[in-house]
């Protein structure tokens, strides 16, 4: 035991992050009878990704009665697809239901986890050091910011901002504003924008899919159903999931042409011509590649937004940013009072963001620079014990809710803390784990996010695609209902 530790402060876990991820581990802790757990967030306040991203237009691209958890359904979601401060507020009644609000600590950044004589030891950014028995990391993915590598980008003289890390003081309205991206932030942006701005240039690098929203609000009538009659909310829910899983999982398991994905790109080309009123405008809008290899969009006025005198779309590559503007590849110079930079987000770096340190003194960056980013079931790693992922690896998907997965995750999780107590620690073995990865892998190559249809941020520097998980949502639910023992090494605490 380290001479380091006081006793009296260990917690039994450590939490980090507060949003979806953290509040379903601190949820899952307390319903089984573990009290002394801490969450902890750099943020000011509850939410994670819906804390962050408030920029206009934010909301979510799964219907809202599958993006919440399934042992807490909320029957008054104003619409099929719930905007950013609903989800947020979401979020805190769930924190506040479950009476795990006192556990939370915010503006609490964390530096480091170091595993010292089989105890963790935090350490945030103010010194402070917190020791624990177990650590589960629920940072979730979109939360560090992503900027173009773009000469030039210190010398804009306007207001700047990413669409993370939005500035409300910021007034919009009669400036010209550039809106560099045009994926999932900007399409939901745009249209709130063209509606103040004086101008609005959408710099476009890679046309993305992009199918109808058909969103709307539920009407009195369905909440009061919803919440009436018994089991309704958990049927819908269960429609919703399915249609993910098999509707869209078929279109992007397989990386070979099939008639249905064939019929769903048809369609969505469909509507981007009928969405758009200037031809030429259409056809830079139609991607070349296969549906599913980027991330299919969906929203329900981008295009219609950029029918509107004011607003421009710029497909030729940016050269520079100068101080009055953006300079593209044609020698044009597109004049802008703000720079909105809505590129995404970090994906491999929110996983590296906190330095973690195993009892063999190497990081967690280190040990995945040596190869990949070995992870058993995107939550456990060799080398590591007592340490657990709620999205680690390759656990993402576009078919289904996120909150699904984490829920799945949590599961084992669970059951890795129940098994291990204060004692003992819990790892997975190499070659487990290393069968894992290279299955996933494997799996992966044969589908459309795999077999090099397309560039998209799925996929690291190396070639490798360490974000999606190949398989079904129903398939990763079952894989993640039970601990295999036999996968994993559990050891007493030195």
């Known amino acids: 035991m380290s001479q380091t530790a006081n006793m009296s402060d260990i917690l039994d876990v450590l939490v980090v992050g507060a949003g979806f991820g953290g509040i379903c581990a601190g949820i899952k802790l307390r319903e089984a009878g573990i009290d002394n757990f801490g969450i902890y967030d750099k943020a000011a306040g509850i939410g994670g990704t819906w804390w962050h991203n408030t920029y206009p237009g934010a909301a979510c691209d799964i219907e809202s009665h599958l993006y919440c958890y399934s042992f807490e359904p909320n029957p008054d979601w104003s619409r099929k697809y719930s905007p950013q401060p609903e989800i947020q507020a979401y979020i805190e009644h769930c924190a506040n239901k479950y ?22 030891r935090t350490t945030f950014a103010d010194g402070q050091v917190q020791w624990s028995r177990h650590i589960i990391f629920a940072t979730g993915g ?76 539920y009407p009195g009538w369905m909440k ?32 070979k042409e099939t008639r249905r994905r064939t019929a769903m790109q048809n369609m969505v080309k469909s509507h981007i011509r009928s969405s758009v009123d200037d031809t030429e405008m259409a056809e830079q809008l139609i991607p070349d590649y296969p549906m599913g290899c980027k991330r299919i969009l969906i929203a329900d006025n981008f295009y219609s937004s950029l029918n ?25 110079h597109h004049p802008a009072d703000i720079i909105v930079y809505a590129t995404g987000f970090d994906m491999e770096k929110h996983l590296v963001a906190i330095e973690v340190i195993g009892a063999d003194g190497k990081t967690l960056e280190e040990r995945w620079d040596e190869g990949r980013p070995d992870v058993y079931k995107g939550g456990f790693i060799p080398g590591l014990p007592n340490f657990y992922m709620t999205t680690g690896p390759n656990t993402g998907t576009g078919t289904t809710s996120v909150v699904g997965m984490i829920e799945a995750q949590m599961k084992l ?21 290393s069968a894992y990865v290279d299955d996933i892998r494997n799996a992966l190559r044969g589908t459309v996010w795999g077999a090099g249809a397309c560039k998209s941020w799925y996929v ?14 129903s398939t990763f639910r079952r894989d993640h209902e039970t601990l295999q023992l036999d996968d994993f090494s559990l050891y007493a605490r030195s």
């Open 99 to 120: 009476g795990i609000r006192d556990q939370i600590h915010l503006q609490r950044e964390i530096r480091q986890h170091a595993l010292v004589d089989g105890l963790w």
């Open 413 to 433: 999780i669970m059951q890795a803390i129940d098994l291990t107590g204060n004692n003992q620690l819990i790892e997975p073995t190499t070659s487990a784990c």
């Open 460 to 473: 690291n520097d190396k070639g490798e695609n360490d974000t999606l998980y190949p398989y079904s949502a």
């Open 308 to 332: 509107r005198d004011n607003v421009a779309l710029v497909t030729e590559g940016i050269q520079a940013i100068t101080a009055e503007g953006v300079n593209t590849n044609d020698n044009r």
């Open 224 to 255: 009061k159903l919803f919440a009436n009659v018994p089991g309704l909310t958990w049927l819908y829910r269960q429609c919703l999931f399915y249609k993910g899983d098999l509707g869209i999982y078929p279109i992007v398991k397989t990386s």
């Open 142 to 217: 979109l939360h560090v910011p992503a900027f173009p590598d773009i000469p030039g980008t210190s010398d804009f003289q306007g207001t700047s901002m990413h669409s993370a890390e939005w500035d409300h003081t910021v007034d919009f309205s009669k400036s010209r504003v550039a809106v560099i991206g045009s994926a999932a932030s900007a399409i939901q942006l745009v249209p709130e924008l063209a509606k103040v701005a004086a101008h609005v240039d959408v710099y476009q690098r890679t046309p993305n899919y992009i199918a109808a929203r058909n969103d709307f609000a």
